[in-house]
């Protein structure tokens, strides 16, 4: 029996049985032709990525004709629902874990896109990452530094509340010194900007 699970806006997820499908939607406002080419290549490149990753569902099968990725159902809790109401020992674990996959990511030379705690699971105590699909590859060290920004303004705007503190121990555990060096003057960047905004 399928079961919808949500839709983005790239693509649909069905559950099906201990299988989730993800389907890329069709974009009506691209031209059609371009937009089975985008689509077809960011199925294939999803899938791939998916398959270097130790930390994400296990691909079943993809099919870049039906622009679809069959993967392995995680049976766990959205991380976005239960870090709150975490103790300050149980956020520091998990906060370990968020850096220890971004960091193994980054090595990779993978850049995630979309580090929000809605693109994590945690079951049973071993921690997913999913939705890979603004993923790409990057050696470069102020991508990565921006991977870990975007992360930082998702716990900012989910996790007011706690975000400080989640964000320091999240780079506590994180081992990549020149791309800490570099978020510094990202978020520098952006603060500028924000300034000169203001003073226009």
């Known amino acids: ?48 990525l998916l398959n270097t990753v130790s930390f994400s569902p296990n691909i079943i099968s993809s099919d870049d004709k039906k622009m679809t990725i069959e993967m392995e159902y995680i049976d766990g809790k959205l991380v976005k629902n239960i870090i709150d109401s975490m103790t300050k020992k149980q956020q520091q674990e998990i906060c370990k ?14 850049i995630h896109g979309d580090l929000t705690t809605s693109n994590m699971i945690l079951k049973q105590n071993k921690l997913f990452f999913i939705d890979f699909g603004l993923a790409f590859h990057s050696a470069k060290t102020e991508d990565k530094a ?42 520098q960047r952006g603060r500028y900007k924000i300034k000169t905004k203001h003073l226009t």
């Open 1 to 48: 029996m399928n079961k919808f699970i949500a839709q983005g806006a790239e693509a649909i997820l069905i559950k099906q049985g201990n299988k989730l499908i993800k389907e890329r939607i069709k974009k009506s406002y691209r031209n059609k032709t371009l937009d089975e080419k985008l689509r077809k290549l960011r199925t294939r490149k999803e899938a791939k």
């Open 97 to 110: 874990n968020i850096a220890k996959n971004i960091e193994e990511l980054h090595k990779k030379n993978i």
């Open 146 to 187: 921006v991977d870990l920004k975007l992360l930082k303004q998702a716990l900012d705007s989910k996790h007011y509340r706690n975000s400080e503190f989640l964000f320091k121990e999240v780079l506590k555990h994180y081992n990549i010194k020149e791309v800490k060096e570099k978020l510094k003057s990202v978020e």
